[in-house]
T-cell receptor
């Protein structure tokens, strides 16, 4: 069984730039969630994708967007980067079945630094 | 929105001893899940234990057990026979069983294990 993987592991960008982070779900999982974890804080929910559609969103502006592909891998895109976007971005996958919410399994994260 | 509170930013324990990490949460729902995740310095969030709110029996996983007090909205984690590898950030998390798809995380407790 393949776990959740993310790329890249580290990234440095400048303010105003755009960034794309990638996530490969655990084998057999059809749902992916993205979280932002600022230094010293718990993860904050950005959004979730299920069957290639956004399926819930946290309190993040529209410049945070995502995609889920037919193979259930996913991208997180952030436009017009701000200094406060510097954080660890975590991807978590799970298997959603009718009427049942499954445990999420997390990837190792991408550390983004915005200068 | 649900909130999860971890009032102990840091805890320490002697190797082989027992430690309890505290977590309280606020919700108006009756059906939900609670989790403890461990995040070592390597950053990958690892599931430690999960509790369904409808189950009165406290969950256990080897050296890890919880004390789930639904009326008090309390969900503490007990680590028995602490090992050096238990040193990490521990996050308590809440997920609704019926509404929404996101996890709500606390701010974490940093556990140090003293040899």
């Amino acid at each position: 069984e393949t776990g959740v993987t993310q790329s890249p592991t580290h990234l440095i960008k400048t303010r105003g730039q755009q960034v794309t982070l990638r996530c490969s779900s655990q084998s057999g999982h059809n749902t992916v969630s993205w979280y932002q974890q600022a230094l010293g804080q718990g993860p904050q929910f950005i959004f979730q994708y299920y069957r290639e559609e956004e399926n819930g969103r946290g309190n993040f502006p529209p410049r945070f967007s995502g995609l889920q592909f037919p193979n259930y891998s996913s991208e997180l895109n952030v436009n017009a980067l701000e200094l406060d976007d510097s954080a660890l971005y975590l991807c978590a996958s799970s298997l959603s079945r009718s009427g049942r919410k499954e445990t999420q399994y997390f990837g190792p994260g991408t550390r983004l630094l915005v200068l | 929105a649900q909130t999860v509170t971890q009032s102990q930013p840091e805890m320490s324990v002697q190797e082989a001893e027992t430690v309890t990490l505290s977590c309280t949460y606020d919700t108006s729902e009756s059906d939900y899940y609670l989790f403890w995740y461990k995040q070592p310095p390597s950053r990958q969030m690892i599931l430690v234990i999960r509790q369904e709110a409808y189950k009165q029996q406290n969950a256990t996983e080897n050296r890890f057990s919880v004390n789930f007090q639904k009326a008090a909205k309390s969900f503490s984690l007990k680590i028995s026979d602490s090992q050096l590898g238990d040193a990490a950030m521990y996050f308590c998390a809440y997920r609704s069983a019926n509404t929404g798809n996101q996890f709500y995380f606390g701010t974490g407790t940093s556990l140090t294990v003293i040899p």
